[in-house]
C-alpha cells in the first residue's frame, strides 16, 4: 500500500501579508502616506502660479528635465507617476477588499450603529469614490487636454487658467478637494494608528496633525481656482 505523500507549500510572506486584514491595512497606510507626500509637493508646485506664468511654466519644465543627464526628458516624472499609480491602486484595493470583508463579517446590521464611526466609515468610502473619478477627469483636463477647450501642450498656466475660466471645472474642483480635506482628516489618524504610532498620549497630537494637513492642503488647492475667478491669476 502506497503511503500518500503530502506536498503542501507555505505561503509566502508577500501573500500572507496581503490576504490577512492587518497586512492590507498597512498596505493601505503606506500608501497613503506616500500619496500624500505627493499632495503636499503637488500643491506647493500649484501655488507657484501666483508668481506669474514665466515662473509656473519653468516648473513645470524643470519637472520634466529632474535627473538629467542621468535620466532622459521625462524618465524621472514617469517614475513618480508610476509609483503614484501602484500607491493609488494598491490603496483602492485594499479600501475595496476590507470593505467586502466588513460587510460579510457582519451580514445582519447592528440594531445601535455608532454614529461617529459610521460617519467615518461613509466619508472614507465615499470621498474616495468621488476621488477616485476626480482623478481620472483631471489628467484628462489638465495632463492630456481631452477634455478641455483651448488646451495648448506645453503651456500649463494658460491650461490651467483656460480650465478655471469655466464655472462648472471650478465647482468640480472644489467639490473634490472639500472631499480631499475630509479624506486626510480621517484617514491621517487611521493611517497612524495601523502603524502604530497612535497612543492615548499622542492621540490629540495625531488629530491635530490631521486636522491641520486637512485644512492647509485644501486651502492651498482652492486657491488656485480661486485666484482665476477673482482675477489674481489671469
Known amino acids: 500500500m502506497a503511503l500518500a505523500t503530502r506536498t503542501d507549500r507555505r505561503p509566502s510572506t508577500a501573500r500572507t501579508v496581503w490576504g490577512s486584514t492587518v497586512g492590507k491595512k498597512a498596505v493601505m497606510a503606506v500608501s497613503g502616506l506616500v500619496m500624500l507626500l505627493y499632495l503636499v509637493v503637488h ?19 524643470w519637472l520634466r528635465t529632474l535627473g538629467e543627464p542621468f ?9 513618480i507617476r508610476t509609483g503614484l499609480v501602484a500607491a493609488v491602486v494598491a490603496h483602492g484595493v485594499c479600501a475595496y477588499q476590507l470593505s467586502r470583508r466588513d460587510i460579510r463579517s457582519r451580514p445582519v446590521g447592528y440594531v ?3 454614529a461617529r ?17 476626480f482623478i481620472v477627469w483631471h489628467i484628462l483636463d489638465l495632463t492630456t487636454g481631452t477634455v478641455q477647450r483651448g488646451f495648448v501642450p506645453g503651456h500649463p498656466y494658460h491650461n490651467v487658467v483656460a480650465a478655471f475660466h469655466d464655472w462648472w471645472n471650478n465647482v468640480i474642483y472644489i467639490a473634490a478637494m472639500l472631499a480631499l480635506g475630509l479624506h486626510i482628516r480621517h484617514g491621517f489618524w487611521s493611517a497612524a ?8 498620549t499622542r492621540d490629540r497630537v495625531l488629530k491635530g496633525t ?11 488647492f482652492i486657491a488656485v481656482p480661486v485666484g482665476v475667478m477673482t482675477g489674481l491669476v489671469s
Open 117 to 133: 464611526s459610521s460617519y467615518a466609515t461613509r466619508t472614507m468610502r465615499w470621498g474616495g469614490v468621488i476621488l477616485a473619478l
Open 193 to 200: 494608528q495601523t502603524l502604530g504610532a497612535g497612543s492615548a
Open 210 to 220: 490631521a486636522n491641520v494637513l486637512a485644512l492647509l492642503l485644501t486651502a492651498g
Open 43 to 61: 500643491m506647493y508646485g500649484n501655488l507657484k502660479i501666483f508668481f506669474g506664468p514665466g515662473t509656473f511654466d519653468g516648473y513645470a519644465h
Open 112 to 114: 445601535h450603529r455608532r
Open 71 to 79: 535620466f532622459h526628458y521625462e524618465w524621472a516624472l514617469w517614475i
